[in-house]
């Protein structure tokens, strides 16, 4: 059962990549939600609030053209992700949004450290699989360090989630880019990776540690 409640944004409501890469991008003018929500624990812990972060993806990026980006070899998300300039002050504003803000000045990472070094300003829909770069609705401070049933279930995890639906969405073209070492055994559509990540990518991490695929 998917987790969260807020579908993923439609690609209709994000700016266009030229738009958006166009200047300097002041955080400080985002839109805010005026109160701050508190994290919980366990499996909920591990998804952002689908309010803040429903995730967005990229407009430029198409199931007709995926063999073009996504699973060309020649193609990297490094062409296309943010600066740290960019991507610290929207982490360190949006810690705030998240109500984490309890002094942790030695880094220990307990639930609500306002220590960013414990957080990995993440896009809920990866680069890899199509998320919008720079749109604050796919980007949020994910933990490192949550638990779900006393497993650390966090960014580093999710990293996996990604890479593999990566190669699900690029499992029918020819000679495609490879991203897991976990080898994909379907194919699976742009739109149906991007609502895996958006609402509920810990079903797929743990089908991957059964053997299975995601669907």
Sequence with gaps: MPRRTKPVAAAAGVLPLAISFLGTTNISNLPTTAES?????????????????????????????IADNLCSTSWSTRLIRPPASYTT???????????????????TCMI?????????????????DGGDPRDPQNLWP?????????????????????GFIHDEICFAIPNSKKNSRIAAHSSISLARA??????????????IQQGKDCK
């Design 112 to 128: 609500g450290s306002d220590n960013p070094k414990c957080y990995e300003e993440d896009h809920l829909i990866s680069l890899e």
């Design 37 to 65: 929500v508190t994290r919980p624990s366990g499996l909920e812990a591990i998804f952002p609030d689908p309010d803040r972060t429903p995730g967005a993806p990229n407009p430029d990026i198409t199931q007709d053209n």
């Design 89 to 107: 002050p929207l982490k360190i504003k949006q810690l705030k949004e998240y109500g984490d803000t309890v002094s942790d000045p030695d880094g």
């Design 194 to 207: 991007q609502e895996i990540l958006a609402n509920d990518w810990h079903s797929c991490y743990v089908s």
């Design 142 to 162: 994910e933990p490192y360090n949550t638990t779900v049933d006393g497993e650390t279930v966090g960014a580093r995890q999710k990293d996996t989630v990604e």
